[in-house]
């Protein structure tokens, strides 16, 4: 069993940053993909970008590309999401997940989501 609890979201102004946490509970974790999704209201949830265990892979979705970064450190047992540039259009809750099985096809354990609200 893993738990996720991300931090790091709030109010930001249109063209700041913003760093995103997830700690993760478990000795596994190192062995996990990783995975940031968000949920704007009335939207559905929607990819934002995942990483694979070792941190060497990763892939964004294209409307936050060159402006996001995800990271991770398997010594702290956290994964980041760096977000900088941002629009009123990132506005959204947050989650990372977590998939044991490596294929970013199978995030089973997810966090309870953070708030993230960017002014125009």
């Known amino acids: 069993q893993v738990q996720l609890v991300e931090s790091g979201g709030g109010l930001v102004q249109a063209g700041g940053s913003l760093r995103l946490s997830c700690a993760a509970s478990g000795r596994t974790f190192r062995n996990y993909a990783m995975g940031w999704f968000r949920q704007a209201p009335g939207k559905e949830r929607e990819f934002v970008a995942r990483?694979?265990?070792?941190?060497?892979?990763?892939y964004y979705a294209d409307s936050v590309k060159g402006r996001f970064t995800i990271s991770r450190d398997n010594a702290k047992n956290t994964v980041y999401l760096q977000m900088n540039s941002l629009k009123p259009e990132d506005t959204a809750v947050y989650y990372c997940?977590?998939?044991?099985?490596?294929?970013?096809?199978?995030?089973?354990?997810w966090g309870q989501g953070t708030q993230v609200t960017v002014s125009s």
């Open positions: 997940a977590a998939d044991p099985r490596g294929s970013f096809t199978s995030y089973i354990y």
């Open positions: 990483i694979n265990w070792s941190g060497g892979s990763t």
